[in-house]
């Protein structure tokens, strides 16, 4: 049974920083694409960051340059550090892994995902 839950969330002030981690079981971790997602209330889910199995990054533009994914294939890991934290950061980040070969942002190519764990920042 594969397995991913997500832990780190909380909530912050702007400005501040929060590291995400999603552990992941029962699945072939180290040739997966993973990727972190988010959805706001009322609002589509969206991507936020992918990692390949040899460790090539993409980004949503609205996070570039503050929030970085890795992952770690000896304990099954990928989490995402996420600094410089907005108030329109602000949702439920969900981990997701897929047999997608290469990094990529689009929800309908991961087959698994966490529960989600969340995010509030204040202003």
């Known amino acids: 049974q594969v397995r991913l839950v997500e832990s780190g969330g909380g909530s912050v002030q702007s400005g501040g920083s929060l590291r995400l981690s999603c552990a992941v079981s029962g699945y072939t971790y180290s040739s997966s694409c993973m990727g972190w997602f988010r959805q706001a209330p009322g609002k589509e889910r969206e991507g936020v960051a992918s990692?390949?199995?040899?460790?090539?990054?993409g980004y949503a533009d609205s996070v570039k340059g503050r929030f970085t994914i890795s992952r770690d294939n000896a304990t099954n890991t990928a989490d995402l550090q996420m600094n410089n934290l907005k108030p329109e950061d602000t949702a439920m980040y969900s981990c997701?892994?897929?047999?997608?070969?290469?990094?990529?942002?689009?929800?309908?190519?991961?087959?698994?995902w966490g529960q989600g764990t969340q995010v509030t920042v204040s202003s």
């Open positions: 997701a892994a897929g047999g997608y070969l290469g990094w990529t942002l689009l929800p309908r190519y991961f087959n698994y």
């Open positions: 990692i390949d199995s040899d460790g090539s990054t």
